[in-house]
């Protein structure tokens, strides 16, 4: 998918916070549409081709490989795999978060 072909968009995380009086805590709720995220990076999954996405377009071998919404962006932030390389490798090349990634490959 050409870059002028991706559409902008914002799908921003919504919060909510509600007091629970018998815990007597705070509780923020945060939620986020991904769906569109998810959708677009199907379709750019689907087109990727690994000779157009080859060193020979990207001499510098920079190239997306996922798309992932800020929700879960705020997970992994908090659980320590955001800014650990090799936990980000595993979590995107685990078939269970294959919604996430833009390309066959595996990293």
């Known amino acids: 998918m050409d870059n002028n072909d991706t559409p902008e968009f914002d799908y921003p995380v919504e ?7 018998v815990e007597d ?16 990076n199907k379709i750019e999954r689907n087109a990727f ?9 990207h001499p510098t071998g920079w190239q997306r490989v996922a798309s992932i919404p800020n929700i879960i962006v705020d997970e992994l932030m908090r659980d320590g ?6 936990a ?9 978060n294959r919604a996430f990634r833009t390309t066959n490959t595996n990293l």
């Open 15 to 21: 919060q909510r916070t509600f007091y629970d009086e």
């Open 25 to 40: 805590k705070l509780h923020i709720q945060s939620t986020q549409d991904t769906a569109p995220i998810l959708e677009l």
């Open 49 to 57: 081709d690994q000779a157009f996405n080859s060193d020979i377009k």
């Open 81 to 86: 795999r955001w800014g650990d390389r090799e």
């Open 88 to 96: 980000m490798k595993k979590f995107l090349n685990d078939p269970n």
